[in-house]
């Protein structure tokens, strides 16, 4: 008997309930369990909570304007102008502004990723991002800064309502999905909060609408 | 790890003297417990997510055998390999099998308690790769050569002075004292392991049946660097933390970080399926599961199998005023505080524990903050009576519990010997109304004075208040 058999005869002989229909039931009914209040306002909400871990956050009316907003951004925290963007967002105006972004993954010394996201949701001010081949996971996570464009009627109020989109829009989850809940940060020395540990030191999220 | 939990008298005697550790503890208590509490209360109703938590844990152990197969035929579809393995050499025997089969020289890992319970790191060595820890805190343990002392802040016990003097030994660089300072010093010293890492090893917090997925949750975003960046991944996790839907692990999610770290969410949630797709940039282009039961299936069934449904948020250890006071070196192996003082010796033996079950006041701090309600001072209980079945008291104890229960069952001598004792505890504590000494307690008496009591029974009191 390997160790598959062994361990897995060891649980049966040990187990109380052995109901595979019991199991398909729960799968194919995939119940909620209880929800917090579904918020007003899923925009004010998701910002208001995204500050609150220390995201910073813009909003424009013009996806045009998403490379002057960042521009202006990252001159006045005295950041480096360049980076690289998701294709999807290739062909904003980022030259004109004076940003060099041009769209491949992430690496090791690129500073600054600009990304979009699946979805974002308003309960903890977090962003859903899919691993794919036009949405390298090294761009939200190699740079100092991460930048996400995100359409804010892409913002569901729970982690719940992001799953039932996943399902909706795709069969299977992609190989990595992320959520970003801010700047990556450590309390390991001292308890002491200290943003900037592994991943990003910053993290902006610019709410465009299309 | 090797368990050294029957040294744990003697390690009690050494934390309790040491100042510098109790220093670090009390930081611990201001943040965990206060920073719980803070966030805690964003969740309205807290009994019911914390039922519907055990309930979701409950459904996966009464049924286990369903859910790990399911989780293992979903995560075969996806493209991961799936292994089982008995115990903790097993796991260390996988992973160095994988590392040779892809021609591994070295690894970035990011925070596992259960590579912990297997001593990986030493045995990869010993298999010629060389491993690197990638959570600060565990990367500052591999460096000083210690072992974690709290699953979710590995290097509590140690203060900000004795980092700054590890890091300028061994990164031969000009001493850094401010703590962000540190952290990015040890940011830029790791950034090549993880671009040079050949595989990259994790945990899992859980594993998702439905979708066969394995999910992390990280603050640092070491957990994303491991599992994006080497070409080959290797995520170890217990048997029990199969969870049926991504519904039941997001309501799990909502209590893990607010009990652990008081986080309403960590930074990074990673869902882990299959591997690397032909077109994908990143990703691994092998992605193995390893399952490691290391006497986890002997609790399935029994009258301690509410213990797994743990999901090692560590908040029973941050509340336990033992913990609180001792640190988790004492406890002697991976898991301390209330949680460890029940895993240890039902997973390593109870013979080699004897102490652990019996370190608690029974106060219930730890089971009233468990986010998935295990009855942790029941659980110790029964580990004591199991103890005294197995004759592992001393026969003085053996002894008293045995009049005390000849006792119990013959009420009218119970109450004469009862009015007898408290006349006798009364006349002892004199005019002070205090004792210094207890025959046969001066273990107690030694750091406190005994109140003496009035000098009535309960029962003499209880038959006053009824007759007026």
Redesign the interface.
């Given at each position: 008997m390997?160790?598959?058999e062994?361990?897995?005869s060891?649980?049966?002989s040990?187990?109380?309930?052995?109901?595979?229909p019991?199991?398909s039931a729960?799968?194919a009914q995939?119940?909620?369990?209880?929800l917090?209040?579904a918020p007003t306002d899923l925009v004010a909400c998701f910002k208001e909570?995204a500050l609150k871990?220390s995201s910073d956050v813009l909003e424009t009316h013009s996806r045009a304007e998403v490379p002057t907003l960042l521009a202006r951004y990252l001159r006045g925290k005295n950041l480096p102008v360049s980076g690289v963007c998701w294709p999807s967002l290739a062909g904003l105006p980022w030259s004109a502004a004076g940003l060099d972004m041009p769209s491949r993954?992430a690496k090791?010394s690129d500073l600054v990723g600009v990304t979009g996201a699946f979805c974002a949701i308003a309960e903890?001010g977090?962003l859903m991002m899919l691993?794919?081949?036009d949405t390298?996971?090294?761009t939200s996570?190699l740079p100092e800064t991460h930048v996400a464009v995100l359409d804010p009627r892409r913002i569901v109020a729970?982690?719940?309502d992001a799953?039932d989109l996943l399902r909706k829009e795709f069969k299977?989850?992609?190989?990595?999905?992320?959520?970003?809940?801010?700047?990556?940060?450590?309390?390991?020395?001292?308890?002491?909060v200290?943003l900037?540990?592994?991943?990003?030191y910053r993290v902006l999220l610019i709410l465009a609408s299309l | 790890m090797q368990n050294t939990s029957l040294q744990f008298r003697n390690q009690v005697t050494i934390k309790l003297a040491d100042a510098r550790l109790q220093d670090?503890l009390s930081?611990?208590q201001s943040?965990?417990v206060e920073g719980r509490s803070a966030v805690i209360s964003?969740?309205?109703?807290l009994e019911?997510?914390r039922t519907?938590?055990a309930t979701?844990r409950d459904?996966v152990i009464?049924?286990?055998?369903?859910?790990?197969?399911?989780f293992e035929q979903q995560a075969t579809a996806?493209g991961a390999i799936v292994h089982?393995?008995?115990t903790g050499a097993?796991v260390n025997r996988i992973v160095a099998g994988i590392a040779a089969q892809h021609g591994v020289k070295t690894a970035a890992k990011s925070k596992s308690m259960v590579s912990e319970e297997c001593g990986l790191n030493d045995a990869l060595e010993l298999a010629g790769v060389k491993v690197m820890e990638?959570?600060?805190?565990e990367y500052?343990l591999q460096l000083a050569k210690e072992a974690p002392s709290h699953i979710v802040?590995?290097?509590?016990h140690k203060?900000?002075e004795e980092?700054s003097d590890l890091f300028a030994e061994k990164h031969h660089l000009p001493r850094k004292t401010g703590?962000?300072e540190?952290?990015?010093e040890a940011?830029e010293v790791?950034?090549p392991a993880?671009?040079n890492a050949d595989m990259g090893i994790s945990g899992a917090n859980f594993l998702v049946?439905?979708?066969g997925?394995a999910l992390i949750v990280t603050?640092?975003?070491?957990g994303?660097?491991v599992?994006?960046?080497p070409r080959v991944h290797v995520a170890i996790t217990g048997?029990e933390k199969v969870v049926?839907?991504?519904?039941?692990v997001?309501?799990l999610?909502?209590l893990l970080p607010r009990s652990a770290?008081g986080q309403?969410?960590?930074?990074?949630?990673?869902?882990?399926?299959?591997?690397?797709?032909a077109?994908?940039?990143?990703?691994p282009e092998h992605f193995h599961i390893i399952?490691l039961?290391n006497g986890r299936?002997?609790l399935?069934?029994?009258e301690m199998q509410e213990m797994l449904r743990c999901i090692r948020c560590g908040a029973c250890m941050n509340h336990c005023p033992v913990y609180q006071n001792i640190g988790g070196h004492a406890y002697g192996w991976v898991y301390p505080g209330p949680m460890g003082s029940i895993l240890t010796p039902l997973l390593g033996g109870i013979e080699k524990s004897p102490d652990l079950p019996n370190a608690s006041t029974f106060c219930g701090a730890c089971a009233a903050v468990c986010p998935v309600k295990i009855p942790l001072p029941d659980l110790l209980r029964k580990l004591r009576e199991k103890q005294l079945q197995r004759g592992m008291k001393s026969w003085q104890e053996t002894f008293l519990l045995k009049v005390w229960a000849w006792l119990a069952l013959h009420p009218t001598i119970y109450a004469i010997a009862t009015r007898i004792g408290v006349r006798l505890i009364r006349m002892m504590g004199g005019k002070e109304k205090l004792l210094h000494t207890l025959p046969g307690a001066g273990g107690w008496t030694d750091g406190r004075d005994f109140p003496a009591p009035s000098g009535k029974t309960f029962r003499e009191l209880h038959k006053r208040g009824a007759g007026q």
């Open positions: 390997n160790a598959r062994k361990i897995l060891k649980i049966r040990a187990q109380t309930q052995s109901s595979a019991v199991t729960h799968l995939h119940p909620r369990g209880p917090p209040p909570r871990l993954p090791n903890t977090t691993s794919g081949p390298p996971a090294t996570l729970t982690m719940e799953w299977q989850p992609p190989r990595a999905v992320n959520f970003i809940s801010g700047p990556s940060r450590t309390a390991d020395i001292e308890q002491t200290t900037g540990a592994h991943g990003p | 670090a930081r611990l943040r965990f964003e969740i309205a109703d019911e997510a519907a938590a979701i459904r009464n049924n286990l055998e369903h859910w790990l197969v399911h996806c089982w393995a008995e097993d990638t959570d600060l805190g500052i802040a590995p290097v509590v203060n900000k980092i703590i962000a540190l952290c990015r940011r790791l950034r993880f671009l049946a439905e979708t997925s603050n640092e975003g070491n994303r660097l599992t994006t960046l048997i049926p839907t991504l519904e039941d997001t309501t999610l909502r770290t309403s969410i960590t930074n990074y949630v990673s869902v882990l399926t299959g591997k690397k797709n077109e994908d940039h990143d990703g399952l039961d299936s002997s399935v069934g029994s």
